[in-house]
């Protein structure tokens, strides 16, 4: 099953998604009719994992990690799909990382991995923006935007074993599957929750492959990952 949040005439609405139409309490609507897809959920806040793709690691000099590295984005990254995406004033180098997102569920804290499919809604995609003439990684990645998410959350797939592609203006600019990921999703969500108490709507994204290329103002971003769907945004 795939759940979409949508904006209508009603008001901000929640629903099961299928192709194109999204069945809610108050109806059934069709998105670019008489819906737009919004982010499909709305966290309070994004742990974002790096530095867990072979490619990405060599890309960039990076040690292989023991654990996951993580780091945090605030409520005010997020990004809707098909949402235009504001080319920060701050940077002359932003780029792009398609990662799979899990949704949690239920409020939880200290889960094994046996304990996480239990714990999380489903897996949608995250587009990880990155100011790399930035100091920190906070300052490169956390800014007002930077997290683009949708368009849909399965409830179904499997994390482990997903293709996923980027595309920049029809351009194929990563390719992968999650079998490649250094430390597996589900792993990933455990180690976490041992530090903090998740809450429902929250978003665990899980690294990127390698993203060779800069964004200019004008281009679309299309990231697929398979059985989720597509990501698409444009730089403004």
């Not at 993580?70 to 932003?94: M, N, V």
């Amino acid at each position: 099953m795939k759940l979409a949040r949508i904006e209508t005439a009603d008001g901000v609405l929640d629903g099961e998604y299928d192709d194109g139409t999204v069945t809610t309490d108050e109806g059934t609507y069709t998105v670019g009719e008489d819906a737009t897809l919004k982010a499909p959920c709305v966290p309070r806040v994004f742990y974002c994992v790096g530095r867990n793709y072979g490619e990405k690691v060599d890309q960039m000099g990076y040690d292989v990690p023991e654990e996951p590295d993580f780091f945090i984005k605030g409520p005010t990254s997020l990004c809707d799909p098909d949402g235009p995406i504001e080319y920060p004033s701050f940077t002359e180098e932003l780029t792009y990382a398609g990662e799979l997102a899990a949704v949690i569920d239920v409020a939880c804290h200290e889960l094994s991995e046996d304990e996480v499919d239990d714990a999380v809604r489903g897996y949608t995609i995250l587009n990880d923006l990155d100011c790399l003439d930035q100091e920190r990684r906070t300052a490169r990645k956390a800014f007002d935007g930077s997290a683009p998410l949708g368009p849909v959350i399965d409830t179904e797939v499997d994390p482990v074993g997903l293709d996923m592609t980027t595309h920049i203006n029809g351009e194929l600019r990563q390719e992968d599957n999650t079998a490649n990921m250094f430390i597996k999703p589900r792993e990933v969500i455990a180690f976490l929750s041992e530090r903090f108490t998740f809450h429902p709507g929250d978003v665990i994204s899980f690294g990127s492959p390698a993203n060779p290329g800069l964004l200019e103002r004008g281009d679309e971003i299309a990231i697929e990952y398979e059985g989720i769907g597509v990501l698409r945004n444009t730089v403004e």
